[in-house]
DNA sequence: TCTTGAATTGAACGAGCGTTCAGATAAGGT
DNA sequence: ACCTTATCTGAACGCTCGTTCAATTCAAGA
């Protein structure tokens, strides 16, 4: 009764943010226990604590880290705001069909943050979508686009972009690619001059 | 300590559902105890369990009620796709925007369903969408709209056009007509011939 | 006014919760 | 081979959970 053999920090402080995540975003942060986590791991409750100071920051975490990895993976790439555009959508696309559960995490349990903590989640995720607001507002200006209001675009697209997750599956009808090709389309018809 | 003055099934059923509703969207499902509920109506936890046989059916219970509601809400009003397509997005901006916690409770507490009961509300869920599919379907087949997959086509408007809750808030830079004008343009351009 | 039944209390049930910690063992540098 | 230290166990803490039920009180029809 106590350490086990091919323990190792770097090997249990992973699987733990894995089974966190994966349970998370099945039955929701509340209905999870740390007892389910460990359970899920193959280590008893305590030892968690090992790898996060509580519950509460184990969800902060993995959603900071998400928006971190969703902000480092899509920089302006240069080109004019319509190429711009579809790169912006087909990223968003691909980042988030490859990563479901984080997605899904970081939009729905927004509620069960701290307030500060809740705060510097908005923060990163106003960071994005600032990104978008930056390309839109730029078409507008040299008269690639047309939408009234950027930032309400802004919003409208990748609230669309995002609901991929909730219908998209591999080896459906449609392909990753068909699938961004028929989003690009619309965006690009959304917001065209 | 028994039955309190004033006490009547028919005003304190719709209270029991009124606070579950708003607690469950601002804290979830699984974050609320059934003593919580009965705190917000004003009577013991036990006393509950004379208008629900359990928590689970009454979360069950607010998502049907709502997509029935909904689907009551929207009969397609003919006059060709471009008109029932736009009643369509106005409407479902107002209803949205009317009912923010039942809109959010029904995306969010899926998984906190049985199965059966998953698969009654995915069941209601399909039929409206189908709604949507149908007007875009005539659409398409009489030349006015131009969209290469109906099926994608309509799940990415009603994410656009939910996607509303989670922004907008009364007395901000936009009315609801303005936003219901912005969106209608911007449906109206993505499916365009 | 009396009686009947609907509405509610308050206590209790067994179970599970997040978190802490002393003690035990394996890993790894010397 | 030894020793230190990182890793983990298992028990325990006080608390809350969903649900049940006998007892009690109010409302309302006769």
Same mark, same amino acid.
């Given at each position: 009764?106590?350490?086990?053999?091919? =323990?190792?920090?770097?090997?249990?402080?992973?699987?733990?943010?894995?089974?966190?995540? %994966?349970?998370?975003?099945?039955?929701?942060?509340? +209905?999870? =226990?740390?007892?389910?986590? +460990?359970?899920?791991?193959?280590?008893? +409750?305590?030892?968690?604590?090992?790898? /996060?100071?509580?519950?509460?920051?184990?969800?902060?975490?993995?959603?900071?880290?998400?928006?971190?990895?969703?902000?480092?993976?899509?920089?302006?790439?240069?080109?004019?705001?319509?190429?711009?555009?579809?790169? @912006?959508?087909?990223?968003?696309?691909?980042?988030?069909?490859?990563?479901?559960?984080?997605? @899904?995490?970081?939009?729905?349990?927004?509620? #069960?943050?701290?307030?500060? #903590? @809740?705060?510097?989640?908005?923060?990163?995720?106003?960071?994005?979508?600032?990104?978008?607001?930056?390309? &839109? %507002? =730029?078409?507008?200006?040299?008269?690639?686009?047309?939408?009234?209001?950027?930032? &309400?675009? /802004?919003?409208?697209?990748?609230?669309? &972009?995002?609901?991929?997750?909730?219908? @998209?599956?591999?080896?459906?009808?449609?392909?990753?690619?068909?699938?961004?090709?028929?989003?690009?389309?619309?965006?690009?018809?959304?917001?065209?001059?």
């Amino acid at each position: 009764m106590a350490r086990k053999q091919g =323990s190792h920090a770097g090997t249990t402080g992973p699987k733990v943010r894995d089974a966190a995540l %994966r349970l998370f975003a099945r039955h929701g942060f509340a +209905a999870v =226990s740390m007892r389910q986590i +460990a359970a899920e791991v193959g280590v008893q +409750a305590g030892a968690l604590y090992l790898y /996060t100071p509580d519950k509460q920051t184990l969800l902060f975490e993995l959603m900071t880290d998400h928006l971190r990895d969703l902000l480092e993976d899509w920089q302006p790439p240069g080109g004019g705001p319509v190429a711009e555009l579809e790169d @912006f959508a087909r990223h968003h696309i691909r980042y988030h069909l490859d990563r479901p559960d984080l997605v @899904f995490i970081a939009y729905m349990e927004l509620r #069960n943050l701290t307030p500060e #903590n @809740f705060a510097a989640v908005e923060r990163l995720r106003g960071a994005y979508e600032a990104r978008l607001e930056a390309v &839109l %507002r =730029s078409g507008v200006a040299d008269g690639k686009f047309d939408v009234p209001d950027v930032k &309400l675009a /802004t919003m409208g697209l990748i609230a669309m &972009l995002t609901g991929v997750t909730t219908w @998209f599956k591999d080896g459906g009808r449609l392909s990753r690619v068909d699938v961004e090709d028929i989003y690009w389309g619309m965006v690009r018809k959304a917001v065209s001059a």
